[in-house]
C-alpha cells in the first residue's frame, strides 16, 4: 500500500496524517534572466516568465508601501471543488495573469477566470468526470489567447476569453505511464508537460505537444531501465511535478522526481536510476538528450530534485540553477551540466551521502536512525532570482526509519515544523543571509522590487527585506496556504485553499492584496 506521508507531488506535503505527527505537537558580474521580462502589470507564466525566475516585472509592491497593502476582493471555491482532494486542500498552484485576468485551476482541474480588478468570475471550466486529480500542483499556462491544462489523464486547450475548448487529448499517456498533475510551460509552438507515478520500466515521461492541435511530438522516460528494488515496489517513479525551464538555446529542462524505492532496495540493490533525482536538459524540438545533472543517487529518501530550474548568466556564462527535497541548491553549466557549486540549505544532520554510500556499498546504515532534512523537507517549493542572488525558501522536518521496508520513514513524534528563507549569491552560492521562520514556507519565494514574498502553511503571508532578509510585513489570510503566489502591478494574489489548520480554517478562496494606487 502506498505510504499516506507520500509528498512528492503534495507542493508542501500537507498530508493531514503527516499534520497529526508534525504540527500539532509542535562581487560578481550581475547576473541576470534569460529570458524576455514579462509585461508589466502580469504574471503570464507559473514562475513569472520563461526562465522561472519569479520576479514581478513591473510590480508596484515595495518596501515603503508594503505595510499598506490590503484585501481587495476574494472569490470563494463552492460545489465539490471546495471540498478539496484528500489532504491536499484546493488550491496548489500559481495563478496566471494576462490582460487583466486571473487564470486559476483547482485540484479537481476546474479553470476560472477572475477579474485582476474586482475578483468576478468571467468564466469556468468544470471537469466533470470521476477521476479528480492527485496532489497537484496542477495548474494552466496561457499564451497567445489561448489556456493551455490538464486533467490527470487528458490535455486541453481553452479560449481564454470565453473558455469554450478549442480542443482536447486525452490519448497522451500510454498505459502505465502516470498521471499528470503539472502546470505546464507553452512556447515555440509546444506545450510542455509530464507526467507523475510512472509504473516502471519507463516511469513518468515528459512530453511535447503540438500547441495548435494537441498532439504528441515527443516522448522521453524519465527511468529507461529497470531496477529490481525499485520495480519490487510497483509505485511508480519519476516524472516531474513542477514547469520546466524553456531556454533561449533551443533546450528545455526538467527537474526529476525521486525512485520511490525502499531504504532495502538501495542498499540490497545499488543503482544510479537514472534520471531520477536529476535536471534533465533535452532538445526542445526533438526531446533528445543534451545532458543531466543527478543530485541524488539511489535515492531512498523521497528527497526529488524537482524544483523548477532557473536560468541566469554569470559572467557571460549561461548557467541552470536546480535543487529540491535534498535540501541543496546546484548551479549547472547550461551548455553541458556541468556542477559550478552547490550549496546546503536548511538544516542537515550528516546523512547527505547516505544514498551514495549506498551505490557504493559502503553503507553501515542501521535503523532506527534518523535524517534531516527529511521527506517533508529541504526546497519543497520553487526559488526565485533576482540581480546576484538566489532566493530559497525551505522546510526544516527531520524524518526516521524504524525499518528498511520504509520509503521515506516518518516524522519522530514531538517534531516541529519551522522553515528557512535564504539568500545565496549567484556567482559564489555563499550564504548572504538566513531568516528563520515559525512553520513551513510553503508559498515559493517571490520577488518584488526590494521585497522577497512566501507563505507559511499556517495561512500567513510573509514580506522580507531583500537587503538583510529581516521579515517587515505579515498578514493572516483565511485558509491555510500550500500554493506559490503571483504579483502584477499592485496586486498579489494568494491562492488560500490548503487544509484547514490553525487559524486558516476560513473557505477555500483566493484572495487578492494590493496598495494604494500610486
Known sequence: ?????????????????ALAVLLLPMSATLARGASTPSAPGSWPYSNGNLANTRDATGSAI????????KKAWSFTL??????????????SAAPIVVDGVVYMQDLHSNVYALSLSTGKLEWSYIVN????????????AVVGGVVYGATPRTVFALNATTGHEIWSNDK??????????????????????????????????LLALNASTGAVIWRFKTVPKKAKGVDALGLGAGGAWETPLVGTDGSVTFGIGNPYQSMAGALNDPAKLLYTDSDVNLNAATGKLRWYYQGVT????????????????????????????????????????????????????????????????????????????????GM???MALAGNTVYVVTCNVPFAFTNTDQVNGTPPAGTKATGDVEALNLTTGEVEWDTSVKGLPLGAATVSNNLIFTTLF?????????????????????????????????????????????????????????????
Open 458 to 518: 499556517q495561512g500567513e503571508l510573509l514580506a522580507l527585506n531583500r537587503a538583510t532578509g529581516a521579515v517587515v510585513f505579515t498578514q493572516q489570510v483565511p485558509r491555510s496556504t500550500n500554493a506559490p503566489i503571483s504579483v502584477a502591478g499592485g496586486t498579489l494574489i494568494v491562492p488560500a485553499g490548503g487544509p484547514k489548520y490553525g487559524k486558516g480554517t476560513g473557505k477555500s478562496q483566493i484572495v487578492a492584496y494590493r496598495v494604494p494606487a500610486q
Open 62 to 69: 515595495t518596501l515603503s508601501n508594503v505595510s499598506s497593502l
Open 172 to 205: 497522451v499517456l500510454k498505459k502505465g505511464q502516470g498521471t499528470f498533475g503539472i502546470q505546464p510551460a507553452v512556447a515555440d509552438g509546444r506545450v510542455y508537460l509530464a507526467s507523475q507515478y510512472g509504473h516502471l520500466p519507463g516511469g513518468g515521461v
Open 78 to 91: 463552492t460545489g465539490t471543488a471546495a471540498k478539496g482532494v484528500g489532504g491536499y486542500g484546493t488550491l
Open 380 to 382: 519543497l517549493t520553487n
Open 298 to 377: 539511489d535515492d531512498f529518501k523521497d528527497y526529488d530534485m524537482q524544483a523548477s530550474p532557473i536560468s541566469a548568466i554569470v559572467n557571460g556564462v549561461s548557467v541552470v540553477v536546480g535543487g529540491g527535497k535534498m535540501g541543496i541548491v546546484y548551479e549547472m553549466n547550461a551548455s553541458t551540466g556541468a556542477l559550478v557549486w552547490k550549496t546546503p540549505v536548511g538544516t542537515h544532520n550528516g546523512h547527505d551521502d547516505d544514498s551514495l554510500k549506498a551505490l557504493h556499498g559502503t553503507s553501515k546504515l542501521r535503523v532506527p536512525y534518523t535524517y534531516s532534512p527529511g521527506a517533508l523537507g
Open 129 to 140: 468526470k470521476k477521476e479528480l486529480s492527485g496532489p497537484g500542483p496542477n495548474g494552466v
Open 1 to 17: 500500500m502506498m505510504n499516506p506521508l507520500r509528498p512528492r507531488a503534495v507542493r508542501g506535503a500537507v498530508i493531514a496524517s
